[in-house]
């Protein structure tokens, strides 16, 4: 039996659950390790640089939900595209790979999740069977989830870079549902913070969703999101309500 039948007027018994920007400060965590990585490659003033390379990373990774580059081009990629773009001195030679491995190291041991983020799955997690689904790299996000203390809370965890799939496909939702012991889809539940992939896989692959967005303030394109929510301590009254 899952725990969910255990408890009367549960209305989600398996909840999916969005690493980056949703339990994580990933803003944060790129920060920090973007500023180590730079710094270790003797790059002055890296936060001049920090956007530039949020909107390359953001562009391979909008790549990678379209099925056009895999979780892995990624990793490198992001620094073969940056490193010209730097203004670095003909003395100044910087390895793309090496500057990649470092700052991939630092994804994993930087940045914290959300404040309440840890209590809120704890929560969850007595009422509910808790799956972890991300878009990431598999050291970076194995790292994560070890570090973060997260481990204890979830049945499953599938990385996009270990299984050859990514949200928004549906199959990667199969694919930890089949993990979690096929439970019925009108049980299940998927929660993050990206419309594209969170938001847009969950409805393709046949179950309800829930956008956290901070702001309040976004709108989401039909048919949408079947909740949301501004605060992640929301969430357990959106899977334990009958309504
Ligand atoms: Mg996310």
């Given at each position: 039996m899952s725990k969910g039948a255990l408890f009367e007027g549960l209305r989600y018994s398996t909840v999916l659950l969005d690493l980056d920007h949703t339990l994580l400060d990933s803003n944060q965590s790129e920060r920090l390790a973007f500023a180590k990585a730079l710094g270790a490659s003797g790059?002055?003033?890296p936060d001049r640089h920090l956007e530039t390379y949020q909107s390359i990373n953001r562009r391979l990774w909008a790549g990678v939900e379209a099925g056009e580059?895999?979780?892995?081009?990624v990793k490198v990629r992001r620094f073969s595209e940056l490193v010209p773009l730097?203004?670095?001195?003909?003395s100044q030679s910087v390895d793309p790979v090496e500057l990649a491995e470092q700052y991939a190291h630092g994804l994993g041991s930087e940045g914290d999740l959300f404040p309440g983020a840890l209590e809120v799955v704890s929560a969850l997690a007595e009422h509910c069977t808790l799956g972890l689904l991300t878009n990431g790299l598999s050291a970076v996000q194995r790292a994560r989830v070890d570090r973060l203390g997260l481990e204890p809370y979830v049945d499953a965890v599938v990385i996009s870079a270990e299984v050859g799939l990514a949200k928004p496909d549906p199959a990667i939702f199969e694919l930890i549902l089949e993990q979690l012991g096929q439970p019925d889809k009108e049980s299940v539940l998927m929660v993050g913070?990206?419309?594209?992939?969170d938001i847009e896989g969950g409805h393709r692959a046949g179950i309800a969703t829930c956008w956290y967005e901070p702001t309040g303030a976004g709108t989401a394109p039909e048919p949408g999101p079947t909740h949301r929510i501004a605060s992640l301590d929301e969430l357990l009254g959106v899977v334990t309500s009958s309504s």
């Open positions: 790059i002055s003033d580059l895999l979780p892995d081009d730097l203004g670095l001195s003909s913070d990206s419309l594209s992939s």
